[in-house]
C-alpha cells in the first residue's frame, strides 16, 4: 500500500463508527498542574501509571479509536514491558503523537501565541512513525478579547503553521490532526465566536490548500462554535450544536476524512450532549466525533486523587464517559 492509501484509511479509521480519539498527550508541565490540584505527587513513574491505568480500561477499543500520545508516554512501557505504541496496537487502538513543542508568546503581540515546532520537523516525525506512530496532532490556539483579539497576524501566522505541519506529516506517511482552538476563555457572545471560528477555518483550509495537503488524509479537530466560559446569557445545547455544524459546513470541505471536536474546558456532561444535538443533524458531509482530553478524563482523575490509585474505580469513570461519547457520536442521547 502506498502511503497515500494507507493514510486515507488510518484517517478512516479514527473517526469511523462513533469510535472518538482519547486525547492524552498532556505535557508533562501540563499534566503535574492537573495533578498538584489534587494533590498527586507527579513522576516519570507516577505519569506512566496513571497512563497506563487508562490505557488498560477493559472494553476501551469500543469507543476509542485513537490515543494521541506525549513524547515521554510515547517512549514509555506497560509494565509487562511493552511499550505503550505497541500495547495500545494490540488493543486494536491506533497510537498518534504531539508533535508541536507549544504555542509561544508571538513577537510583537505578546497577548497572542504562535505554536512552534517546525524546525527538524521531518526527521521527528519519521522516528515516531518507525517507532509505532500512525497519526500525529498539532494545536495552534487563537484568543478572543472583545473587539481587538485575534489579530489578522496570529490567525495567518498559526494556519500556516497547521499547514506546513501537515504537509510534513503526510510527506513522512503520518496522518495529520490539524487542531486549530478558539479559546473559551472570557465573556464573549456565541456569535463572535462564530464570527472568529469561521474566519479560522477559512484561514486554514486555505493554507492547507495552498501547501496541497490531501484533506481525505487529515482529521480536523476544531473547537465548538460556544459562549465564553464567563459570558453572561450563555447559549443553550441546541444553539452550539446548530451554530457549530452551520460554521463547519460553511468552511470544511466535505472531503475531510472527519472532525474530530475537543472540548476545551466544557464540562464533561456538556460536550457530551454537545456531540449528540450535533450529530442529530441531517447528511453531514464527515462524520463529527470527539477527541476529548479534560472532557474524558476529569472524573477518572478525581476518583485517582481521592480514591488512592483505585485502577477499577477511576477506569470505570473512564469507560463511562468514553461509552455516552460513543453513543453521542451516533447522535444518541
Ligand atoms: P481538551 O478536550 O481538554 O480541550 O483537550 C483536547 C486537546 O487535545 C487539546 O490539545
Not at 492524552?24 to 506512566?48: C, I, N, Q, V
Not at 488498560?56 to 469507543?63: D, E, F, M, Q
Not at 493554507?207 to 484533506?215: F, K, R, S, T
Request: glycine share 8%; hydrophobic share 40%; net charge neutral.
Amino acid at each position: 500500500m502506498s502511503y497515500s492509501d494507507e493514510m486515507k484509511s488510518v484517517a478512516k479509521t479514527m473517526v469511523e463508527g462513533s469510535r472518538g480519539l482519547l486525547a492524552a498527550d498532556e505535557s508533562s508541565p501540563t499534566l503535574t498542574k492537573r495533578f498538584d490540584a489534587l494533590g498527586l505527587e507527579s513522576t516519570y513513574e507516577s505519569r506512566r501509571n496513571w497512563r497506563q491505568m487508562l490505557f488498560s480500561t477493559p472494553g476501551l477499543a469500543t469507543w476509542i479509536s485513537g490515543v494521541i500520545l506525549f513524547d515521554e508516554t510515547f517512549r514509555q512501557e506497560s509494565t509487562s514491558g511493552v511499550p505503550f505504541p505497541q500495547y495500545l496496537a494490540s488493543l486494536g487502538i491506533l497510537a498518534g503523537i504531539k508533535v508541536d513543542t507549544g504555542a509561544k508568546p508571538m513577537a510583537g503581540r505578546p497577548a497572542e501565541t504562535v505554536t512552534e515546532g517546525l524546525d527538524g520537523l521531518a526527521p521527528r516525525v519519521a522516528e515516531y512513525r518507525s517507532l509505532g506512530a500512525t497519526f500525529a496532532k498539532w494545536r495552534a490556539v487563537i484568543k478572543i478579547e472583545e473587539k481587538t483579539l485575534p489579530s489578522r497576524a496570529a490567525i495567518l501566522a498559526n494556519a500556516h503553521g497547521l499547514a506546513r505541519y501537515a504537509k510534513i506529516c503526510q510527506s513522512e506517511g503520518i496522518v495529520p490532526i490539524v487542531e486549530p482552538e478558539v479559546l473559551m476563555d472570557g465573556n464573549h457572545s456565541i456569535e463572535r465566536s462564530f464570527t472568529v471560528t469561521s474566519e479560522v477555518l477559512q484561514s486554514v483550509f486555505s493554507e492547507l490548500w495552498l501547501q496541497e495537503v490531501a484533506l481525505d488524509q487529515m482529521v480536523l479537530k476544531p473547537s465548538m462554535v460556544i459562549s465564553g466560559k464567563g459570558a453572561s446569557n450563555r447559549a443553550s445545547r441546541e444553539e452550539v450544536a446548530n451554530l457549530s455544524v452551520e460554521c463547519y459546513r460553511n468552511h470544511v470541505p466535505g472531503s475531510v476524512a472527519g472532525i474530530a471536536l475537543l472540548s476545551g474546558g466544557q464540562r464533561d456532561r456538556e460536550a457530551t450532549e454537545h456531540l449528540a444535538v450535533m450529530n442529530r443533524a441531517k447528511a453531514l458531509p464527515w462524520p463529527i466525533t470527539f477527541s476529548y482530553g479534560r472532557a474524558l478524563q476529569d472524573a477518572a482523575l478525581e476518583s485517582w486523587a481521592t480514591k488512592k490509585y483505585d485502577v477499577e474505580a477511576a477506569q470505570g469513570h473512564l469507560a463511562e464517559r468514553a461509552a455516552a461519547n460513543h453513543r453521542a457520536a451516533s447522535g444518541q442521547d
